[in-house]
């Protein structure tokens, strides 16, 4: 079965740095596009970032251009989150997601940026 197992997450500076990684398995990894989103307390989720199967697009939410980058890893069924430049407003619980027929999730990674 389909399994997503996120990590990285904790707490940061603000301005300060986090790398997420998200484990895939249980489908072929390096033919599916994959995402990234976020749910803050009290809010909708809502997409961050996502890529294409081979790494070769990215698309990412006004909000954390030019401060995020998406990034896999085909050899290792893996999607970074590299967060640069990190606000306050980021903190959110991060999750991993990829829509093969339906849409999986893994169990979310915890970002609080805070002085």
């Known amino acids: 079965q389909v399994q997503l197992v996120e990590s990285g997450g904790g707490l940061a500076q603000p301005g300060g740095s986090l790398r997420l990684s998200c484990v895939a398995s249980?489908?072929?990894?390096?033919?599916?596009?994959m995402n990234w989103y976020r749910q803050a307390p009290g809010k909708e989720r809502e997409l961050v970032a996502k890529?294409?199967?081979?790494?070769?697009?990215?698309t990412y939410a006004d909000s954390v251009k030019g401060r995020f980058t998406i990034s896999r890893d085909n050899n290792k069924n893996t999607v970074y989150l590299q967060m640069n430049s990190l606000k306050p407003e980021d903190t959110a619980v991060y999750y991993c997601n990829v829509l093969i027929w339906n849409d999986y999730w893994g169990q979310g990674t915890q970002v609080t940026v805070s002085s």
């Open positions: 890529i294409t199967s081979t790494g070769g697009s990215t």
């Open positions: 249980g489908f072929l990894f390096r033919i599916n596009d």
